[in-house]
């Protein structure tokens, strides 16, 4: 189980440098807050060698969720390490499309490989982006509810 505050506090004592963006991370050296320009978050993921997305919401006893992050990250051609969520391997391919942690020090250990592995890291990447522009569109997601409701 992947707790947001202890997850980063185990990442920051492996003496990964953790940039923190968003809200509840008051009290973190490296909390750079609220992204409120569309064009800064697209700046962050790019400029970012592993783009964390911790799937689980702040509160507890909540069912890890996809959320728009696992989507937009990919859609930049930047590199994904994520913590599990409900179905999200039936949109990624694990390993090779996105990279999903099990444990802290899973995330830990996927950290440290992917940060000195540019190579794969830009490949999964790369492999990401041409999955969402292949299937992850909003004109796919419109195409599918327009079906489901019988109007194509």
């Not at 963006?21 to 050296?29: L, S």
């Not at 783009?51 to 969720?65: A, D, E, R």
């Not at 728009?68 to 590199?79: D, N, V």
Request: proline share 3%.
């Amino acid at each position: 189980k992947f707790v947001r505050s202890e997850t980063i506090n185990s990442l920051l004592d492996a003496g990964i440098k953790v940039d923190l963006f968003g809200n509840y991370w008051d009290g973190y050296d490296s909390w750079h807050g609220y992204i409120k320009e569309f064009a800064d978050i697209i700046s962050v993921f790019n400029t970012t060698r592993v783009n964390l997305s911790i799937s689980n919401p702040w509160h507890f006893g909540t069912m890890p969720q996809i959320k728009g992050r696992h989507f937009e990250i990919p859609q930049c051609q930047a590199f994904q390490l994520t913590t599990p969520a409900d179905d999200l391997t039936s949109y990624f391919v694990d390993g090779k499309e996105i990279i999903v942690a099990n444990s802290v020090g899973d995330m830990i250990d996927k950290t440290k490989y992917y940060l000195e592995n540019s190579r794969e890291r830009e490949a999964i990447a790369l492999a990401g982006r041409e999955r969402m522009l292949r299937d992850h569109q909003w004109s796919h997601r419109f195409e599918y509810i327009f079906k489901e409701v019988g109007i194509l």
